[in-house]
């Protein structure tokens, strides 16, 4: 991802408050009444003509011909428009069947009629164009064809329009927006900003989903308007179009009224997918919630929605846009992601050291040979600073940022920075820059009983949480580490005996801790002797004599602990006489047990990791180390992202010290606002942003209790429950008690009942992290550009470099109905998997139960399941041949329970503080096993059966958590003991079955791909795996741990094959056609509109597009995309095999081969497991001009 970029005025962000907002919503109410007035637009805009041709032509042969026209609809051009609507003018209450809103101090609630979504039989597919996938429901084309009619027919009172639903007639109409989601994230240099256009349809009564899908996606303005036309756009539009109609009222049709066949005469697969009827009365689908699409290779995609829940909207933008993603060859991914910086606490005084010069604080890395100076970085940030005669310099945007000379030293004791000519106050709020990158600020401890320094390293990781299941830790990514902390006093029982027993530790010789003994460690308090050498000196571990551990059993926890607060405030100037500086409260004439440094108080921290399988759940906490600060995040993705995957050498300015990967991904939040579940928030206090949110302005909530401010003063007047709000949810609150009693407001710990008790799933729209702080964003790219020593006006690129999906874990259970669930809780909190055994268990993504989804089972997170309207072989070619491309390593953390052991959230949120604390090498699978870190799971037999718990790949060992946890916490060994790094001690027998239903899962999964055939449009690497996954191995024999199958998830065997490079000709094929139709388009408005053109610069455009289309044509383009992904071939269509030769005269074509797989049809799409076929054959498959050829001896392709 990139930093750069301005923010998205058509979200409504930056948002206004206060005087502001009042100002703008009355501007908004104004241009409504106008649009009102005005009525429906009688003209079509560019992108209606595009969705009703394409309806017209598809539909044609069911429809005899006839066109489709949408109606007239309110087009709303204006971010916020669709809120004014949303409730009346005149009343602060709005209630239909379909939903009840409520316009309140904070914001609208709106709660519909299902406060969640379900998964069950919702997903139905139009027959044509495309296979449809065996988890689909496979409609007739002149089904879709009547209920499109019906869906366009809406009840008369479904059209009204909240805002004037008091008035003696209420305005009806349809209302619409047009969104353009995020297909191809920018690469300067590679390829520029790609989007899709979407027109997203509702009945009046709905606009507040109108609301919803704008504040999420951004509202890309009056589509009317040539400047917002996206055939016009050809260089920023992926040439994909999408359209989502909200029909409720379709759950009243019946199948006899859609041309559905009688039972008797209906096939197999009718008879399974409901599309066949018993009874004249009987209701599609039940007359339950679904949605329905029809979707062409040409990239046109429309949906009709029968239901009104928020989610299906949002879930359905994203459906289309992977759809998009995967035509154009882009991944739309299903991931939570972070820029992580690793922290820490300088105590009272900043001096520049090894820890600033080098990348991290915990790691050696490489220290730059020239160093950093303040001359250097006043040249690279050029005007976007301004030097003063003090000599710091202070940013031209953010004034809260100093830059600083490389000899500077901060103190709390003086609270200044000073350094030899000049000093500086040092002031809460403010961050100071090194010319390094390196940052610090002057903090309250998280306690709020003192201050201290805390420094932030220049470079982040970018952590990257894909393909995670529904309460797999997604959002906890980028969530907040200092809202799980508990703190507590450091306690010493006798001073003097205590201490003395400190000072024995201290002066020890330690050289005698291993086999061979070492000579010339540093003393303990050496200032180049690192807290974390401490804790690992202290720390039993397999590399140390069974001697030197049995003394290490020995020492107490509290002298342990007091060993780690000597060596954290222990200062040069001490010297030898650091005990002066210990002391304790003398209470009732004898000494306290509280211990005090330099006269003030210590407070240690806790972490929560786990809760205790037995003693009533009781949290496991963990002390911190004294130097521990959370990690400094900045949020990049949290449930939709696009992302691509480009050559290293397509990037400049890359950290040298990470990133050495020879491609690289890069991935970009298509959202501007984030549908948040603040599950914790039902806890007051426990979720501080969720809260902070929330008394804001202007927000979107559902799912939540609509509060009077009768109702808020009397929460303000139980104080002592009021008290555990935060302080922004408390303002809010007595706001609105001191306010109109008869006016609403929105707490965030109050759920809407649902049956009687809160439910499960409350939401609101969070508006991105990264928007919402810009000084953050500034920060981290110019201390990005400091370390890098590039130029402030560059690009820099924070490319993808750790990857950790999340599990979601179970015991056993059961559902609701009583039906059992199998346990799941095999993994230990990270694992890691190489290649075959990750895709395993990524293309089956079998989950535990979460409160997002019906249960538990496969959810397809990888393949995005349910929200995929193609098969799912296109998403799992694609992040496959990106994983081995790029080279990332398959690690993944474990939510819910390890074990019998519940660890909640615990884990995901510990991970990226683990992971932002290890250097590029440290986090290489390769080291890790090699120093015996990471310990192999191995298969074993139980009761004679073989149980296959090598799939679980690799799994983190007591030596991984006393080096890398020991960063974090201060005895890093209590904290994942033998129970959780090994959970089949817990009980051998779940483990077993754990295991077997997830091999039986990843079984039943592939199983589906051999037998709707799909298989076939599998890359070689991946058909091995689903062969492997269904029957234990392929058709000749040969398993997922031969040789030869592993060779071809290699990045050698992946350039140097045919079926690759095939993607690569697709991908050129695939631009050939955007660009020639979008010039085509230029050229047609250029004649037709010349003024327009001419105010456009539509010549410049036609020129630019030209260009690229001779660059895309060219023989050599092909190679250039080396690297990259490419484009799937199996979904072109068959007209678009054929491209324009770079100079040759339009019917010329060059032949860019379709090629084939591993294998091809034959009987072992009928095999029974272990069976195999006489002989395996690897075959190629060509077609030239659309008519399939064959090489010669090779069975015919799909």
């Not at 420094?455 to 894909?466: L, Q, S």
């Not at 070492?518 to 050496?526: I, S, T, V, W, Y």
């Not at 029974?1168 to 395996?1176: D, N, R, V």
Request: charged content about 25%.
């Amino acid at each position: 991802m990139s930093l750069e970029g301005q923010w998205p005025s058509s979200g409504g962000l930056p948002e206004p408050t206060g005087a502001k907002r009042q100002e703008w919503e009355q501007h908004l109410v104004a241009l409504v009444r106008e649009k009102i007035e005005a009525g429906e637009a009688d003209r079509s805009a560019p992108v209606d003509l595009r969705i009703e041709h394409f309806l017209s032509e598809h539909l044609a042969g069911v429809r005899g011909g006839a066109p489709v026209t949408l109606p007239k609809m309110l087009s709303l051009d204006r971010y916020g428009m669709a809120r004014v609507l949303s409730l009346p003018r005149d009343a602060d209450t709005y209630e239909s069947k379909l939903i009840k809103s409520f316009r309140c101090q904070n914001g609208v609630l709106h709660n519909p009629v299902n406060d969640k979504r379900t998964t069950a039989g919702v997903f139905h597919v139009a027959e044509g164009a495309y296979p449809i996938a065996d988890d689909k429901k496979a409609v007739p084309l002149a089904a879709f064809s009547k209920l499109l009619d019906a869906a366009l027919c809406p009840q008369p009172t479904d059209l009204e329009l909240p805002f004037g639903i008091h008035d003696p007639c209420p305005k009806r109409a349809w209302v619409k927006v047009l969104l353009r989601p995020l297909v191809c994230p920018e690469v300067p240099g590679f390829t520029s900003e790609k989007r899709m256009e979407v027109r997203f349809m509702a009945p009046g009564s709905m606009v507040a989903n109108v609301d919803f899908v704008e504040s999420v996606f951004g509202n890309a303005g009056e589509a009317n308007l040539p400047e917002n036309d996206a055939a016009l756009d050809v260089e920023h539009w992926s040439g994909h179009t999408g359209c989502i109609i909200l029909a409720p009222q379709l759950l009243t049709v019946t199948k006899r009224d859609l041309g559905l066949p009688q039972w008797d005469e209906a096939t197999d697969r009718q008879r399974r997918d409901g599309m066949a009827w018993r009874g004249e009365h009987e209701r599609y689908n039940d007359g339950k919630a679904f949605k329905i699409c029809v979707r062409s290779s040409s990239g046109v995609f429309v949906t009709l929605i029968a239901d009104n829940y928020f989610g299906y909207c949002k879930k359905e933008v994203k459906t289309q846009l992977s759809f998009a993603c995967n035509l154009f060859g882009t991944e739309e991914e299903h991931a939570g992601g972070a820029l992580t910086y690793a922290s820490i606490s300088w105590g009272s005084e900043f001096r520049a050291d090894h820890r600033v010069s080098r990348p991290n604080h915990h790691y050696p890395g490489r220290a730059e040979a020239k160093p950093y100076t303040f001359s250097e970085a006043m040249g690279l940030l050029q005007d976007e600073v301004h030097m003063t005669p003090e000599g710091f310099a202070v940013d031209r945007e953010f004034s809260s940022i100093v830059y600083i000379p490389e000899d500077a030293v901060a103190s709390t004791a003086t609270g200044r920075v000073s350094w030899k000519g000049g000093e500086v106050f040092l002031v809460p709020g403010f961050v100071y820059i090194h010319p390094s990158g390196y940052q610090f600020s002057l903090q309250k401890t998280l306690n709020k009983r003192g201050w201290h320094i805390c420094g932030t390293v220049a470079e982040p990781i970018n952590y990257h949480k894909p393909a995670t299941v529904s309460g797999g830790g997604k959002s906890e990514v980028s969530k907040l580490l200092s809202d799980r902390i508990l703190f507590g006093n450091i306690r010493i029982d006798n001073v003097k005996r205590d201490l003395a027993y400190v000072d024995m530790i201290l002066k020890r010789d330690y050289s005698d801790r291993y086999e061979e003994p070492r000579a010339g460690e540093l003393p303990l308090l050496h200032p180049q002797r690192t807290l974390g050498s401490i804790v690992k000196l202290l720390t039993p571990s397999d590399e140390y004599t069974a001697e030197y551990n049995s003394w290490l059993e020995t020492i107490p926890s509290m002298i342990r602990s007091l060993v780690f607060l000597v060596k954290s405030y222990y200062r040069p100037a001490w010297g030898r006489d650091w005990k002066s500086h210990i002391s304790v409260m003398s209470v009732d004439g004898r000494d306290g047990d509280v211990v005090y440094v330099d006269g003030e108080r210590v407070v240690v921290q806790y972490l929560r990791v786990g809760q205790e399988s037995s003693k009533g759940g009781r949290p496991r906490m963990f002390q911190l180390r004294h130097d521990f600060v959370p990690a400094h995040k900045i949020q990049t993705e949290d449930d939709i992202s696009a992302s691509i995957i480009v050559p290293r050498t397509s990037l400049k300015h890359l950290n040298a010290e990470e990133a050495s990967n020879q491609s690289l991904k890069l991935a970009q939040n298509c959202e501007l606002r984030l549908f948040q579940r603040p599950d914790d928030a039902k806890v007051r206090g426990a979720d501080t942003i969720c809260e902070a949110d929330m008394a804001g302005e202007g927000n979107f909530m559902s799912n939540f209790e609509p509060l009077t401010g009768h109702h808020a003063d009397q929460l303000s007047k139980h104080a002592v429950c009021f008290d555990e709000f935060t302080e922004p949810m408390q303002k809010r609150l007595k706001t609105a008690a001191a306010d109109a009693r008869d006016k609403f407001v929105v707490s965030s710990a109050h759920f809407r009942m649902v049956e009687g008790k809160p439910t499960a799933n409350p939401r609101y729209l969070q508006v991105r992290t990264d928007f919402g702080d810009p000084r953050a964003r500034r920060i981290a790219k110019f201390a990005a550009c400091l370390r890098r020593r590039v130029p402030a006006s560059e690009h820099v690129h924070f490319p993808v470099n750790a990857v950790l999906p999340g599990r979601r874990n179970n015991p056993p259970d059961q559902l609701a109905d009583g039906t059992p669930i199998r346990p799941l809780a095999v993994f230990s909190p990270i694992h890691y998997q190489e290649l075959p055994e990750l895709f395993m268990d990524l293309v089956c993504s079998v989950t535990g139960r979460s409160p997002s989804t019906t249960g538990a089972g496969s959810e397809g997170a990888l393949t995005k399941g349910p929200f995929n309207a193609l098969t799912f072989v296109a998403d799992l070619n694609a992040a496959l041949i990106g994983f081995i491309l790029t080279g990332y390593s398959g690690y993944s953390s474990a939510a819910g329970y390890i074990g019998r052991q519940r660890v909640d959230h615990d884990i995901s949120l510990l991970a990226p503080e683990v992971w932002c604390r290890m250097s590029e090498e440290e986090r290489d699978p390769s080291y890790l096993i090699r120093t015996g870190c990471l310990e192999k799971v191995e298969d074993m037999e139980i009761a004679g059966k073989k149980v296959l718990a090598s799939r679980l790949g690799y799994r983190i060992t007591t030596r991984f958590v006393s080096r890398f946890l020991g960063r974090i916490f201060s005895s890093p060994s209590e904290v994942f003991d033998a129970a959780l790094l090994r959970p089949e001690t817990q009980d051998l027998a779940m483990f077993v079955d754990g295991v077997n239903n997830l091999v039986e899962a990843q079984a039943r999964v592939a199983s589906a791909y051999i037998a709707d055939g799909s298989i076939q449009d599998a890359c070689p690497p991946l058909q091995a795996v689903l062969f492997c996954m269904a029957r234990g191995c392929m058709p000749d024999g040969r398993t997922i741990h031969s040789p030869e199958i592993r060779a071809l998830f290699t990045r050698e065997s992946l350039l140097s094959s045919k079926w690759y490079h095939e993607r690569l000709l697709a991908k050129q094929r695939q631009e050939v056609r955007r660009l020639s139709s979008g010039v085509g388009a230029l050229r047609e408005f250029l004649a037709a509109s010349k003024d327009e053109a001419e105010r456009l610069g539509i010549t410049e455009r036609l020129r630019v597009a030209e260009d690229q289309l001779k660059v895309v044509s060219s023989e050599g383009f092909a190679e250039s995309l080396i690297g990259t992904t490419g484009t799937e071939p199996t979904l072109e269509p068959d007209e678009g095999l054929e491209a324009v030769a770079s100079g040759s005269e339009p019917d010329e074509t060059i032949t860019l081969p379709r090629l084939g797989g591993l294998i091809g049809p034959g009987p072992w799409t009928s095999m029974e497991p272990g069976s195999m076929p006489p002989q395996l054959g690897f075959f190629t498959s060509a077609r030239v001009l659309g008519s399939p050829i064959h090489e010669p001896g090779a069975p015919a392709a799909r």
